[in-house]
C-alpha cells in the first residue's frame, strides 16, 4: 500500500496532542505534587506502580486491537475505532491529573494516573500500529514515523512553550505551575478530538497482510525466539530509561542547580526545537549508513554531551544552553529511528507465523517506554530525599547542601551517560538491514497472495 504524503501529514496529526499530554506528566506533574505537598518517595512509587499494572494492561490492549473490531465501527478496520474508544477516559484524566485539588494525596494521584495511562493506551497503541502498516518498505517506514515524531516534538514544545506565552508559569512557584497545567489541560481539551477526527477522516485504514491466526501460547513462543526484536527492545528500554532521568529531573536541575527556574520554559523549548531540526538530517542519514548505525551514533553524541552536566553550577545557563540543544540533536534520532526499526522488527514475526500482529509488538513497545520512565522516576526521587535533596525549598536556599545538589546532577546526567553504554553495544551490530527487510517483505507478500 502506497500512502501518499498529504496522507501521512494527516496521520501524524494527533501526534502533536498525544505528546503535550505525555510529557508533563514526567517533566511537571511530579514537581508541582511535590510542591503541593506529596512526598517526592510517594510520587516515585505512584509512577511506577501504574507503570506495573501497565504491563498488564499494555499487552491486552494490543493483543485486542490486533483480533476485535469494535462494534458498530468495523467499517474503519482494526486500528482507526480504538482512538475514539480511548478518547474519553483520556479526556477526564487529564484534565484530573493536570487540575487537582489544593491538597492531593498519593492516592488520588494514583488513581487517576491509572485511568490516564489505560485511556492513552488505548489510543496510542493502535495508532502507531496503524502508522507501521502504511508503509511497508525500508525507508518508507522512516518517513511515516518520521512526520508523526515531528508532531510529536511540536507537541511538546506546545507543551513547554504555552504555558510561557499565556503568562501564567516562570517557574517560580507551585502556583505558576498549577495555572501552565490549567491552561494546558483547557488546550488539548479542544486539540485531542480535533486532530484524531481529521486523521481518521482523512487517512486510509491500514492493510492487514496476516494469512493466519496463531494460538496465543504458540505465539508468545514465536515472539521470545524474535531475537531481533528481543534486542532491539532491551537496547530501547535501557536507552528510555537513560532518557527519562533528565527529563524527569529537568525542573528540579535547572531549579535548584542552576539557580535559573524562569530558564526552565525556554531551555525545554530549545531541547525540543533542536529535535525537531534535527530529525530530517537523521532521516537522511539513515537512508545511507542504515537506521541502527545512525541511532547509536545519536546516542554516542548524547553520551559526550552529559558528560560536562557534573561540573556545572548556579549561573552556568549558556554552558547549559550549549549542553541542550547538542543532547536535543540526538533525541531527534531518538524519537524516530528506534520505532521505525520496530516496523521491521514485526515483519520477522509475520512472516513466521503468518499474522500482523503489530498491535502486541508495539504494546510491548509502549510497556519498554512506559517502564523506562517510571524506572527513571522510580528511582530518581527516592535517591534524591535519601540524598536530602527538598523540592520544597526556593531555589538556592540554605537547606540544599552540596552534596544533595551533587546528587542531582549526577542522576541528571551521569547515570545517563553509564546506562547508554549497553544500549550501544546492543544495537552496533543489528541484524536486521535494508537488504534483509526488503526480503521479509518479498515472503509476506507472496504468502499473502497464494
Known amino acids: 500500500m ?158 513547554t512553550s504555552l504555558p510561557v506565552l499565556l503568562g501564567v508559569w516562570d517557574g517560580s512557584t507551585s502556583a505558576d505551575l498549577g495555572d501552565a497545567l490549567h491552561g494546558l489541560a483547557i488546550a488539548l481539551l479542544v486539540l485531542v478530538p480535533l486532530t484524531v477526527l481529521l486523521a481518521l477522516w482523512r487517512v486510509p485504514r491500514e492493510r492487514d497482510r496476516g494469512r493466519a491466526r496463531i494460538r496465543l501460547r504458540d505465539g508468545l513462543k514465536v515472539l521470545r525466539g524474535n531475537k531481533a526484536f528481543t534486542r532491539l527492545i532491551s537496547a530501547f528500554l535501557i536507552n528510555g530509561w537513560a532518557n527519562g532521568l533528565p527529563a524527569s529531573l529537568f525542573v528540579l536541575f535547572v531549579t535548584h542547580v542552576l539557580v535559573a527556574p524562569e530558564m526552565v520554559g525556554p531551555l525545554l523549548f530549545a531541547y525540543f526545537l533542536s529535535g525537531v531540526i534535527a530529525i530530517p538530517g537523521w532521516v537522511a542519514l539513515s537512508r545511507r549508513f542504515g537506521k541502527h548505525r545512525i541511532w547509536v551514533s545519536s546516542m554516542t553524541l548524547a553520551c559526550a554531551t552529559f558528560l560536562w552536566v557534573p561540573f556545572l553550577g548556579a549561573g552556568d545557563i549558556w554552558a547549559f544552553g550549549l549542553i541542550v540543544v547538542l543532547s536535543g540533536f540526538a533525541v531527534g534520532a531518538d524519537l524516530v529511528l528506534p520505532t521505525a526499526i520496530q516496523a521491521d522488527v514485526v515483519d520477522v514475526d509475520t512472516a513466521e507465523t503468518g499474522e500482523q500482529r503489530t498491535g502486541l509488538y508495539f504494546a510491548l513497545w509502549s510497556l519498554a517506554t512506559k517502564l523506562s520512565l517510571a524506572l527513571a522516576a522510580g528511582i530518581a526521587f527516592p535517591l534524591l530525599e535519601f540524598s536530602g535533596f527538598r523540592a520544597d525549598l526556593a531555589p538556592g536556599a540554605d537547606g540544599n547542601t552540596p552534596s544533595s545538589l551533587f546528587a542531582l546532577s549526577m542522576l541528571y546526567a551521569g547515570l545517563p551517560v553509564i546506562l547508554k553504554l549497553p544500549a550501544l553495544v546492543l544495537m552496533w551490530n543489528f541484524p536486521l538491514s535494508r537488504d534483509a527487510q526488503g526480503e521479509l517483505r518479498k515472503t509476506i507478500d507472496t504468502a499473502a497472495d497464494i
Do not use: C
Open 2 to 159: 502506497k500512502v501518499t504524503t498529504a496522507q501521512q501529514w494527516w496521520y501524524a496529526l494527533p501526534g502533536l496532542p498525544l505528546a503535550a499530554l505525555t510529557l508533563p506528566v514526567y517533566v511537571f506533574v511530579p514537581t508541582y505534587y511535590g510542591e503541593l505537598g506529596v512526598s517526592l518517595a510517594l510520587i516515585g512509587t505512584v509512577l511506577l506502580a501504574v507503570r506495573v499494572l501497565d504491563a498488564v494492561s499494555d499487552p491486552l490492549i494490543g493483543y485486542v486491537s490486533d483480533r476485535v473490531h469494535v462494534p458498530l465501527l468495523g467499517g474503519l478496520g482494526r486500528r482507526k475505532p480504538w482512538l475514539l474508544v480511548g478518547m474519553l477516559p483520556t479526556l477526564l484524566a487529564l484534565w484530573m491529573v493536570f487540575v487537582p485539588p489544593d491538597r492531593p494525596d498519593a492516592g488520588y494521584l494514583l488513581i487517576w494516573s491509572t485511568v490516564l495511562s489505560i485511556g492513552w493506551t488505548l489510543m496510542l497503541l493502535p495508532y502507531n500500529a496503524w502508522g507501521a502498516e502504511l508503509a511497508e518498505d525500508y525507508d518508507g517506514r522512516t518517513d511515516v514515523t518520521a512526520r508523526r515524531e515531528g508532531f510529536t516534538v511540536l507537541g511538546t514544545l506546545l507543551a
